[in-house]
């Protein structure tokens, strides 16, 4: 299993009709096969300037690559993500196995 999370802050004013647009258009990777478990978050930590989170899970490390390549994927990467978020931390896990 992976997780793949990523933590955000749009250039979009909070509460705006444009960030509320891109959390609306980013519920496409939900439906690309292979997500499970996704999840849009609102960060609430004042230990950071992150506002947003997204989370997903995939079954395995061939499940994650084809999301990655996915059409929906890549054009919201493109489209949405590249010109409205600011900035961003990604960070991907597997099971910790000792």
Request: proline share 5%.
């Amino acid at each position: 299993m992976i997780r793949h999370t990523v933590a955000f802050r749009l250039r979009h004013p909070t509460g705006s009709e444009a960030e509320r647009s891109f959390l609306e258009t980013a519920r496409v990777l939900a439906g690309i096969p292979g997500v499970e478990r996704f999840e849009q978050l609102h960060q609430v930590s004042a230990k950071n300037d992150f506002t947003f989170g997204f989370s997903m899970e995939f079954s395995d490390a061939a499940a994650y690559a084809a999301y990655n390549e996915h059409p929906d994927h890549v054009a919201f990467v493109a489209e949405r993500w590249v010109p409205e978020v600011e900035e961003f931390l990604e960070i991907d896990y597997a099971p910790y196995v000792a």
